[in-house]
Structure formats: structure tokens, C-alpha cells
């Protein structure tokens, strides 16, 4: 090495740096943060043991293992999901402080728990291929060599995830500030039992899927409509007033609600608006995925 060139960042400090995409890769792929950090854990073990200095490019090694990793875990994973009990949501990714979207890394667009809900419907490699084209905007022939396959093959892995994904996809993109705005209006006619007012921020065609998985209680298949989706956030609060309580927090990059009961974190839920009114809600029960949240500070 010439005298003159800058010294190689050690191998933790180039592990750090790629850190936030790797574990946004695996967070997307399997929707729980305990394994996306195995994964991205699992990862690191295997980057310390190779010298950094014989890799062409050390970050794109990183993001092909875990994305390898992830597919692998995935597979493991899906006689598992199919026999969940009811619908299946990822676990949130909650920042309790509301003025700071920019904590979560990547495009909150494509971290959403409605997108990561659609992403169910793919197979772990399809999954795979689909997010590191449109969610990190890696091109077509990385991805190929990432996962040792042709560019045609990944052109058209892509092509048919995204025809499969196209009619659900979410597609409304509102201000933020536009998004607090509806969330205030519905915590507000909400908790002041006002069905009226709930009823007008409810698009006619609302649904809320909601994961209990099976430890508490989820209608199966989501409750879908707006005089039905009233009448659950309405008859909640005709029976139980004050015990109930809404904070508006960053959900997966968007605002959305976390729902207290007595005290105790009950839900948290995902919001998807057009800007005028509310479309969805993912309202995530499980008491596992809510366990780090309700032990934040």
C-alpha cells in the first residue's frame, strides 16, 4: 500500500456503517425484529472472519449474505406462518417521539405494516428480489449476482411479483403533517365516544385486520366497512371511557396509534389515509410483538 493512501476502515467499522440497510433488508424480508437481528448478527460473524481488503466491494458481500441469510429463514419460517392463528402482521417498528421520521432508515413507503403485510404473499426469493429492486433500488444485475441467478430471471422475478402486488399496493401519499392532522381528529372523536365524527373520518370501504395472534382476541379476516369498523373503535369506548387511551407515535415510518388500556399497551395501529379519510388500519394485538414497546420508556 502506498504510504500516501488513507488507511482501510477495520472490518467492525465498515460492518457498522452498512448496519442500518442490512438490518433494513432483513426486517422487511421476515417482519420480526428478533430475527432480523439474528440475521444481521449471523452475518457479521461471517463478515469477521473474512479480510475486507479481498472484497471488491465489502458492502455488497454484506447485503448478499443477509439477503441469503434471510431467504434461508424465510423458507424455515413459512409452515410456521401458515398456521398462525388469523392474520399475520409484521412486528412494529415504533418511535414513540413523533417529530423525528427520519429514525427509521430507508423509504418509509415500502416499511409500512400494509406493505409488509402484501409482501406475505411472496415467496422468500420473489420477496427477496422485489425489495432489493424497489425498496434499496439496487439494479438488476447486482441482484442477479447477489443471488447467483441471470438478469433476465430477476427482470422477470420482479415483473411478476410487481403484477401480483399492483392492485393492493398501497398508493396514497400524504403529508405528514396531513396524516398527524386526521390522526388528532379520530384520537379526539375516539375517545369522546362521538360515533358521528368517527364515522365521517372512515372511508365507506375501511378495513381493520388485526393480528391477536390467537393469546387475545382478532376477527378473523379483518372487520371490513365503515359502519362496521365504527361500531368496534365506537362500542370500545361506550364500554370502556376512560380506561381507554391513544397516543399518536411513529409506526413504521408513518404516523399511526398505539392504544393503551388501564395503563398497559393494548395495540399498536398502522394508519393508512388518503388525506381526507381513513382507509386502514393494522392494528397489531400480539402481545409478543408489542413486548418492546410497552417496555420503552
Same mark, same amino acid.
Given at each position: 500500500?502506498?504510504?500516501?493512501?488513507?488507511?482501510?476502515?477495520?472490518?467492525?467499522?465498515?460492518?457498522?456503517?452498512?448496519?442500518?440497510?442490512?438490518?433494513?433488508?432483513?426486517?422487511?424480508?421476515?417482519?420480526?425484529?428478533?430475527?432480523?437481528?439474528?440475521?444481521?448478527?449471523?452475518?457479521?460473524?461471517?463478515?469477521?472472519?473474512?479480510?475486507?481488503?479481498?472484497?471488491?466491494?465489502?458492502?455488497?458481500?454484506?447485503?448478499?449474505?443477509?439477503?441469503?441469510?434471510?431467504?434461508?429463514?424465510?423458507?424455515?419460517?413459512?409452515?410456521?406462518?401458515?398456521?398462525?392463528?388469523?392474520?399475520?402482521?409484521?412486528?412494529?417498528?415504533?418511535?414513540?417521539?413523533?417529530?423525528?421520521?427520519?429514525?427509521?432508515?430507508?423509504?418509509?413507503?415500502?416499511?409500512?405494516?400494509?406493505?409488509?403485510?402484501?409482501?406475505?404473499?411472496?415467496?422468500?426469493?420473489?420477496?427477496?428480489?422485489?425489495?432489493?429492486?424497489?425498496?434499496?433500488?439496487?439494479?438488476?444485475?447486482?441482484?442477479?449476482?447477489?443471488?447467483?441467478?441471470?438478469?433476465?430471471?430477476?427482470?422477470?422475478?420482479?415483473?411478476?411479483?410487481?403484477?401480483?402486488?399492483?392492485?393492493?399496493?398501497?398508493?396514497?401519499?400524504?403529508?405528514?403533517?396531513?396524516?398527524?392532522?386526521?390522526?388528532?381528529?379520530?384520537?379526539?372523536?375516539?375517545?369522546?365516544?362521538?360515533?358521528?365524527?368517527?364515522?365521517?373520518?372512515?372511508?365507506?370501504?375501511?378495513?381493520?385486520?388485526?393480528?391477536?395472534?390467537?393469546?387475545?382476541?382478532?376477527?378473523?379476516?379483518?372487520?371490513?366497512? #365503515? @359502519? +362496521?369498523?365504527?361500531?368496534? =373503535?365506537?362500542?370500545?369506548?361506550?364500554?370502556?371511557? $376512560? !380506561?381507554? %387511551?391513544?397516543?399518536?407515535?411513529?409506526?413504521?415510518?408513518?404516523?399511526?396509534?398505539?392504544?393503551?388500556?388501564?395503563?398497559?399497551?393494548?395495540?399498536?395501529?398502522?394508519?393508512?389515509?388518503? #388525506? @381526507? +379519510?381513513?382507509?386502514?388500519? =393494522?392494528?397489531?394485538?400480539?402481545?409478543?410483538?408489542? $413486548? !418492546?414497546? %410497552?417496555?420503552?420508556?
Amino acid at each position: 500500500m502506498d504510504p500516501a493512501d488513507p488507511p482501510r476502515a477495520p472490518a467492525q467499522d465498515l460492518f457498522q456503517a452498512a448496519r442500518p440497510r442490512l438490518f433494513g433488508i432483513a426486517y422487511r424480508m421476515l417482519g420480526l425484529r428478533a430475527d432480523a437481528e439474528d440475521v444481521v448478527q449471523e452475518a457479521w460473524l461471517r463478515f469477521a472472519g473474512v479480510d475486507p481488503a479481498t472484497l471488491q466491494s465489502p458492502e455488497a458481500w454484506l447485503v448478499t449474505v443477509t439477503t441469503r441469510l434471510a431467504i434461508d429463514r424465510l423458507r424455515a419460517l413459512r409452515l410456521e406462518r401458515e398456521a398462525y392463528p388469523g392474520e399475520w402482521l409484521a412486528e412494529p417498528l415504533v418511535e414513540l417521539d413523533e417529530r423525528t421520521p427520519e429514525s427509521v432508515a430507508e423509504r418509509a413507503d415500502e416499511l409500512s405494516l400494509a406493505f409488509l403485510h402484501l409482501l406475505e404473499r411472496l415467496g422468500p426469493e420473489e420477496r427477496a428480489v422485489y425489495l432489493l429492486r424497489q425498496a434499496f433500488d439496487y439494479d438488476y444485475g447486482e441482484i442477479a449476482a447477489m443471488l447467483g441467478k441471470s438478469e433476465p430471471a430477476i427482470r422477470q422475478s420482479v415483473h411478476r411479483a410487481t403484477e401480483r402486488l399492483r392492485l393492493d399496493r398501497p398508493r396514497f401519499q400524504v403529508p405528514r403533517e396531513t396524516h398527524l392532522q386526521l390522526l388528532q381528529r379520530f384520537v379526539t372523536a375516539a375517545t369522546t365516544g362521538d360515533r358521528a365524527a368517527i364515522r365521517a373520518l372512515l372511508a365507506d370501504d375501511v378495513a381493520a385486520i388485526g393480528d391477536g395472534g390467537g393469546k387475545v382476541a382478532s376477527v378473523a379476516g379483518g372487520m371490513h366497512g #365503515g @359502519e +362496521r369498523v365504527t361500531n368496534l =373503535y365506537w362500542a370500545q369506548q361506550l364500554r370502556l371511557g $376512560a !380506561r381507554v %387511551a391513544y397516543r399518536i407515535a411513529t409506526i413504521n415510518g408513518s404516523p399511526g396509534l398505539l392504544r393503551f388500556i388501564d395503563g398497559r399497551l393494548e395495540s399498536a395501529q398502522a394508519v393508512v389515509t388518503d #388525506g @381526507e +379519510r381513513i382507509r386502514a388500519f =393494522y392494528v397489531v394485538r400480539n402481545p409478543d410483538k408489542l $413486548a !418492546r414497546i %410497552a417496555a420503552a420508556p
